[in-house]
């Protein structure tokens, strides 16, 4: 399966925006889907997941600013980032638990925050 993640983009603090993982296959066969981030200087931290379609989890720094869900339209699974903070600049990743293993790390989308 193959993964795009998209929506990246430069916003300025408490702006917001949606990132896009689009999937080359049915996104609704896969349990469990993940968005990671990297800070410059930082190492990858997991910021949200989705499990079964609706069980959800997030880091706590980004608790109650961002949202996962899946989108049938797009085949997608996205995550609506508001209120950004310029902690939240990063390279952001998804991944999809294949059942025995995660997808491999793609190029991922930029999320520049900054005034």
């Known amino acids: 399966v193959q993964l795009q993640a998209s929506g990246g983009g430069l916003v300025q603090p408490g702006g917001s925006l949606e990132l896009s993982c689009a999937a080359s296959e049915n996104i609704y066969g896969f349990r469990t889907t993940a968005w990671y981030r990297q800070a410059p200087g930082k190492e990858r931290e997991l910021v949200a997941n989705i499990r079964d379609g609706f069980t959800t989890d997030y880091a706590d720094s980004v608790k109650g600013r961002f949202s996962i869900g899946r989108n049938h339209v797009k085949n997608s699974v996205d995550l609506q980032m508001n209120n950004l903070k310029i902690e939240d600049t990063g390279v952001y990743y998804c991944?999809?638990?294949?059942?025995?293993?995660?997808?491999?790390w793609g190029q991922g989308t930029l999320v520049t925050v900054s005034s």
């Open positions: 991944r999809l638990w294949l059942g025995s293993k995660w997808t491999p």
